[in-house]
Nanobody
Framework: QVRLVESGGGLVQPGGSLSLSCAASGSIFSISAMGWYRQAPGKQRELVATITSGASTNYADFVKGRFTISRDNAKNSVYLQMNSLKPEDTAVYYC???????????????WGQGTQVTVSS
């Protein structure tokens, strides 16, 4: 199975920056698209940004110009640089990846356990 582990969350003041990392491990034949989602209390999980294996990116409108997603295919890792953070960015951030553990497996969607990001003064 593919396992995703996030790191880098924490508490930051409005206007500050944080960087999230997510590494895939375990049985990995291939990783396709990777991305970040978030879920605030009482709200549904929403897409933040995605990146394909060819580095094509997609961002939610509410983070455009502030967040940057990147990946290192050799490390099966994805990153999220978050700048100009706002209190409304407070949420649990989840890493997601499409992966195939073995060549004969169909691609499945995998999720990390989530990391808390709190933006508050």
């Amino acid at each position: 199975q593919v396992r995703l582990v996030e790191s880098g969350g924490g508490l930051v003041q409005p206007g500050g920056s944080l960087s999230l990392s997510c590494a895939a491990s375990g049985s990995i034949f291939s990783i396709s698209a990777m991305g970040w989602y978030r879920q605030a209390p009482g709200k549904q999980r929403e897409l933040v940004a995605t990146i394909t294996s060819g580095a094509s990116t997609n961002y939610a409108d509410f983070v455009k110009g502030r967040f940057t997603i990147s990946r290192d295919n050799a490390k099966n890792s994805v990153y999220l640089q978050m700048n100009s953070l706002k209190p409304e960015d407070t949420a649990v951030y989840y890493c997601n990846a499409g992966g195939r553990p073995k060549p004969w497996d169909y691609e499945r969607s995998y999720w990390g356990q989530g990391t808390q990001v709190t933006v508050s003064s």
